[in-house]
C-alpha cells in the first residue's frame, strides 16, 4: 500500500512526459537525425526512406563554409546583445519603480504588460504600420523634428530596418523581465535594507550590493528565456522586413527557414538549427559562470 501512495504521483506525470516526448523531444531527435542525412525538396526522396543517405557532417561543413551563415551569426549576436541588454536595464528600472508604493501601481503594471501580452504578429503589424513610408506615426514624428527630409522608408535601410526591429523587440519583451524581476524584488527580505540604511549605505550602492546580488537567480533565468527567444526570433523579422533589405535583417532563424522551406534544403536547415541551439547554450553558460563566478 505504502509503495502505491508512493508511485501514484509519477504516474499522473505520465500524460505529461508523453506529450513533451512527442511535441517536444521527438521534433528534436527527428531534426538531428535529418542533419546527418541528404534530404533535399524531392519528391522521390521524401516519400521514400530508401533514398536517404547518411552524410555525417557534411551538411554542418557546408553550413560553417557558407558566408551567408557568418553575416546572419554575426547580426542575430548583435540583435541578441542589444535587446537583451536593453530589455534588461529597462526591465530592472521598471522592476525597482513598481517595487515602490505610489497611487494607481496596480493600473501602471497592468499597462505595463500589454506590450508583452499582445502576440507577436500584432505587436510586428503595429510597428510595421509605425514605420510605414508613407504614413508611419514614428517616420512622421522623425520628419517633424528635422531628423530626415520628409517620410523616408526606415524599413528600406540595413541599418535602421535593424534598429526598427530591436525596437520592436524590446518595446514588447521588456515588461516581461521586469515581470520577473519585480516578482523576485517584492520576495526579498525587507531587513536586510533596512540595516543597511542604518549603516549610511546609500541608494546607489545598495542597489549594486545588495539588489543585484540577490536578485541572481531571477536575473539568470530572465537572460536566458530571452536570450533563447531572440536567438531564434523569426516572426517579427518575417512581418516586419522579411528579411531585407538586401538580407539586412536576416538572422539565423530566417536563413534556416529560408533553406528548409524556400529552397527545399532540409537537411541544411535542420543542421543550421543544431548549431543555433549550440550557440545558445553558450550563452547559457556564459551567463551562468557570470552570475555564480563566486559561488564556486
Known sequence: MKMIKKIRPYVYLVPAFLVILCVTLAPILYSIFISFIDLTKNVHKLDNPNLWSFIGFTNYINVLKDSVFWSSLVRTIIFTV????????????IALILNEKFRARGLVRGLMLIPWALPTIVNAVLWKWFYDADHGTITGLLARLGFTDGYSNILSHTTSALIAIMTADIWKNTAFVALILLAALQSLPKDIYEAAKVDGVKPFQRLFSITIPLLAPAIL??????????????DIIYIMTGG???????????????QSMVF???????????????????????????????RG
Request: aromatic letters at 18%.
Open 221 to 234: 533565468v530572465a537572460l536566458i528565456i530571452r536570450t533563447m527567444e531572440a536567438f531564434k526570433a523569426f
Open 82 to 93: 542589444v535587446t537583451v541588454g536593453f530589455e534588461f536595464i529597462l526591465g530592472l528600472a
Open 244 to 258: 531585407g533589405p538586401g538580407g539586412g535583417t536576416q538572422l539565423l532563424s530566417f536563413l534556416a527557414y529560408q
Open 264 to 294: 527545399g534544403n532540409f537537411s541544411y536547415g535542420a543542421a543550421l538549427a543544431q548549431i543555433m541551439s549550440i550557440f545558445t547554450m553558450i550563452f547559457a553558460v556564459i551567463y551562468i559562470r557570470i552570475f555564480y563566478k563566486d
